[in-house]
Structure formats: C-alpha cells, structure tokens
C-alpha cells in the first residue's frame, strides 16, 4: 500500500513518544510525557517552544469546546483553566 502523504519533522527528537496533539486554535499543543512536559507549536512561524513544565508525565489535555481555555489535570491546573 501507498500514500500521497508527506510528514515533516516539526520538533525533536525527543526522549520517548509524544502525546496529543491539541489545537487551541492558534497553535498545536501536545506532550512528552517522559520529558514531563507539554510543547506548543505555531504552524505560520514553525516555531516550537515550551508551554508547560514539571507535568509529572501526565499527557492529557483538551480543549474545552466555545472556550479559550486550556484545561489540564485537576492535579496540574488545581482544576483552574489556563487563558490562551
């Protein structure tokens, strides 16, 4: 089987899987778990920096729908959200 597909390397490498990802609507969130971290991406500039630190290798997080707020584990976020 063949595809048309073309993948490009956004970020990386990086010390095990990544998780996600999340769109926010302006960038792509997603998470290294074994980094303990969750990253952003901004697709018009390609850039990739660091959203949030010290996750303790949770990879979950959402988008809640009609909302501009990020919300992580209740345990993470002390079940407030993050603005964007």
């Known amino acids: 089987m063949t595809t048309d597909w073309k993948f490009e390397l956004i970020a990386g490498p990086f010390n095990g899987a990544t ?3 999340v769109w ?3 960038t792509v ?3 290294v778990p074994v980094e303990s971290r969750i990253l952003s991406y901004e697709p018009p500039s ?3 920096t660091e959203f949030r630190k010290y996750t303790n290798r949770d990879q979950r997080a959402s ?5 501009p707020a990020l919300w992580l ?3 993470l976020a002390a ?3 993050i603005q964007l």
């Open 46 to 48: 390609g850039n990739v």
């Open 73 to 75: 584990p209740e345990w």
């Open 29 to 31: 969130l997603f998470s």
């Open 24 to 26: 926010d609507g302006k």
């Open 63 to 67: 988008v809640l729908p009609r909302s």
């Open 19 to 21: 998780e996600g990802p």
């Open 79 to 81: 079940g407030c959200p």
